[in-house]
């Protein structure tokens, strides 16, 4: 048995509906089932999803302050006030200024932007930054993607005389700050229809109303901040993610040639994973490692020379920033293994000074990927005296609200219900992990820690071809709240299976079910060719792809989990270098087993772990679900009675015997006959002398005619002393099987073909029959 380590939650959508949305919307099976299972349940819905235009995009006047910000704004125009553009440091704050500055700079207006420094000024209004805007004589400040919970500084913003717009998406505090506007989709007192913004999205709405008209040539910069910034892709989300795609794939614009150029994009390909995997790590690396307002200027640059070599500096800082959150998750992973205080905490809260503040967050998100518990993950400033750091959460842990209720040690936080940051003192650390802790006790059950894997829809392979998988597309841009589908084809086993890569940490595989085959490659997933067998049903899930090569296109399955309810036996026989084949068991999981002592006195310095021997009081208690036969048992009844005390769901069948007879066969009866003829007509024969001449005469083993002689001696035919055979006068009447001996070497040969010489698929056969018959009698009981 394979156990996968997460919980596949399989949607299977309504048959009938499926074919409905179908025939309707000319759509291959895969989509509708997609469809299906993301909740559309009628005809109009699903094609108003398809056939998404700018009629999706709400009024921006609907959003609560619009109207008065609108009016402010227009007025520094058309005074001339300085305006002050401020931004945060992430992808999307950077689009949300590019945003600001640019319908500012199209109106006339006297604008500058200005971005805090995270490791200077932290995330959020800075009053030194504030000060400092009310020393360069700017009257009017636009916060964009933040400012909701700049409260304080804000205040001081305002006691200095100057006005104040924030338009953010973060979530509100219980106080609004003292802005003079604040533009929100979730504003307390607002109705706006759609509260998912990103930051640029709000920034967008407000350029809207500011043009007059929907701005067309902005939609680019707001795919990219919103796609990073991971909002759900619904409602207008939808929409300017996709209309902003197709403006990438033609845009003009210097700075997305450079990207392209950098990450080795073809512009015309350009989707929402290039905009995810690409172009929003590198511009998020400006902000993790120093200075992120020059992303600006490079967004709006309209020098080809200019923005090349500030993207090769973004491609320069990601390479730096992905080497940091190597070293750091490290050292974070470290801390989880050697720190039982750490490591038994249902949320995990790291903190270690020196840490790069910039990239935690993505540290923390690589631990909830490894442990799929709530992770903190918090660097430390001795000279300040702080924790400052950021989260990342798991299904069923608020962690905004969670953070919420310890307000009195945490001056500074925000976020979201899967992500938060937030400052501390570094002396409340501590107090935070156990407060945490014991707030996940109570929240999260056992199964929650458990991750869950989203399936979209089950799949027979008939229906996977080029034509469907491209059909998919359609469907697209797949993004948070509509993910990419995720597919599962159940029962299906496997044809042939091998590890690729330069290590051999990759898998490809080749599926079959009712005649039909689908290749699949996992990556990072070379261990399961030592997890799984031939011969069994197993589900697979991942994502459908199209391999091109040559020309020639495929539909390729990118595997993502496997799992099989079935018993696996691995054929460990005839390999003697122990070496080879220990290295691709679970030593943690399995149990050692020897029918004979000689073969744990031969074994026990090869394998380090404890070699149990077989005993009738042995079970499933004190074994392991996994089990390594070592040898050949004295009998089929001893293996089968340890099969059904233990149930084992894995066997490995190595069996080693140190003298096997199979080989050498059973003396016929003809063979027996003229040996005892010779012997009589000889009346004594001596063995050591001779019979190594006489083996070579008849064309036999040594060994068969030392068997004969003993069968002989056992039924009282011969006597032997000193090596001297002779033949008995008047013997007993004696069938040959009546001889102990003889019975035990066709016992031996019997087993030898049923265990250790039989094909795999026989050898599993013979298992099956016991382990299932074994299941049936239980359930029959």
Request: proline letters at 4%; hydrophobic letters at 40%.
């Amino acid at each position: 048995m394979t156990a996968t380590e997460k919980r596949w939650r399989i949607n299977r959508p309504d048959e009938q509906l499926v074919k409905e949305l179908q025939d309707e919307l000319k759509i291959s099976s895969i989509s509708a089932k997609i469809l299906v299972a993301r909740g559309f349940t009628t005809v109009e819905a699903a094609r108003a999803f398809l056939m998404i235009d700018e009629n999706a995009i709400h009024d921006p006047f609907e959003l609560h302050g619009m109207k008065e910000a609108v009016e402010r704004i227009n007025k520094a125009i058309e005074s001339n006030e300085k305006v002050l553009i401020y931004g945060d440091y992430d992808a999307d704050g950077i689009t949300s200024t590019t945003v600001m500055k640019t319908v500012l700079q199209d109106l006339g207006a006297n604008v500058s932007h200005m971005i805090p420094n995270r490791f200077t000024d932290g995330y959020g209004p800075s009053e030194r930054l504030f000060r400092k805007a009310f020393e360069e004589g700017y009257q009017l400040i636009i916060t964009v993607d933040n400012g909701i919970a700049g409260n304080h500084e804000i205040q001081v913003a305002k006691d200095l005389g100057m006005d104040v717009i924030v338009t953010d998406h973060h979530e509100p505090g219980e106080t609004l700050p003292p802005a003079d506007v604040i533009i929100h989709p979730r504003h307390p007192d607002g109705h706006y229809p759609f509260g998912e913004l990103a930051g640029v999205g709000v920034a967008f709405k407000v350029a809207h109303a500011l043009y007059g008209k929907f701005p067309k040539h902005l939609v680019e910069i707001v795919a990219i901040g919103t796609i990073a910034d991971l909002v759900p892709l619904l409602d207008e989300n939808r929409y300017l993610v996709k209309a902003g795609i197709e403006a990438l794939q033609c845009s003009k614009r210097p700075a997305i040639k450079a990207l392209c150029k950098v990450s080795g994009v073809n512009q015309l390909e350009i989707n929402e994973e290039t905009i995810g995997f690409s172009f929003g790590p590198r511009l998020n690396a400006l902000g993790r490692l120093g200075d992120a307002a020059p992303g600006v200027d490079f967004l709006m640059s309209q020098d080809e020379v200019e923005a090349t070599t500030m993207a090769n500096y973004l491609n320069e800082q990601n390479k730096e920033r992905q080497a940091i959150v190597t070293e750091i998750t490290e050292q974070a992973i470290a801390m989880v293994e050697n720190d039982d205080e750490i490591g038994n905490s249902q949320i995990l809260v790291i903190a270690e000074e020196g840490w790069n503040p910039g990239v935690v967050g993505i540290v923390a998100s690589r631990l909830v990927e490894k442990y799929y518990r709530p992770t903190i993950i918090l660097s430390i400033d001795v000279e300040k005296g702080i924790a400052k750091g950021s989260a990342r959460s798991i299904e069923g842990f608020h962690m905004y609200k969670e953070l919420s209720k310890n307000r009195e040690i945490l001056p500074a936080f925000g976020g979201h219900p899967m992500a938060a940051g937030m400052t501390l003192a570094m002396e409340d650390v501590d107090e935070l992990r156990v407060r945490l802790d014991k707030q996940a006790r109570e929240c999260l059950t056992k199964e929650d820690l458990i991750p869950v894997l989203e399936v979209d829809i089950p799949l027979t392979l008939d229906e996977i071809n080029v034509n469907t998988i491209e059909d998919v597309r359609t469907l697209a841009p797949f993004g948070i709240s509509f993910a990419k589908p995720m597919y599962t084809i159940e029962d299906a086993s496997i044809q042939s299976m091998r590890k690729i890569g330069a290590n051999e940490d990759h898998i490809k595989l080749q599926i079959v079910s009712n005649n039909q085959e689908l290749d699949a490659v996992g990556f990072h997933k070379g261990f399961l060719v030592d997890e799984l067998t031939y011969g069994i049903k197993i589900s697979f899930a991942g994502d459908l792809q199209i391999n091109e090569w040559n020309g020639r296109k495929k539909p390729q399955l990118m595997l993502q989990d496997v799992r099989t309810d079935e018993w696996q036996l691995f054929d460990l026989r005839g390999i003697r270098q122990v070496a080879r084949w220990l290295q691709t068991i679970p030593l943690e999981e399995v149990t050692f087993i020897a029918f004979s002592d000689s073969t744990i006195s031969y074994y026990e310095s090869l394998i380090p772990k404890k070699i149990q021997s077989y005993s009738e009081n042995i079970s499933s208690e004190n074994c392991r679900p996994y089990v390594v036969l070592l040898d050949l048992p004295q009998n089929v009844q001893m293996l089968e009675s340890l099969l059904t005390s233990i149930k084992p769901t894995r066997v490995y069948a190595h069996f080693y015997i140190p003298d096997s007879h199979y080989f050498d066969g059973m003396p016929t009866r003809e063979q027996f006959a003229w040996y005892y003829s010779f012997l009589r007509k000889r009346q004594s024969f001596h063995l050591r002398q001779h019979l190594t001449d006489l083996a070579k005469h008849k064309g036999w083993s040594r060994e068969m005619l030392i068997f004969m002689t003993q069968v002989f001696f056992e039924l009282g035919f011969v006597t032997i002393e000193n090596g001297l055979a002779k033949i008995v006068d008047n013997p007993p009447k004696k069938d040959l099987t009546s001889a102990k001996i003889y019975q035990e070497r066709s016992q031996q040969m019997d087993l030898e073909q049923t265990l250790l010489y039989a094909p795999y698929k026989d050898l599993r056969e013979w298992f099956d029959l016991r382990l299932n018959g074994q299941e049936v009698s239980e359930e029959e009981q």
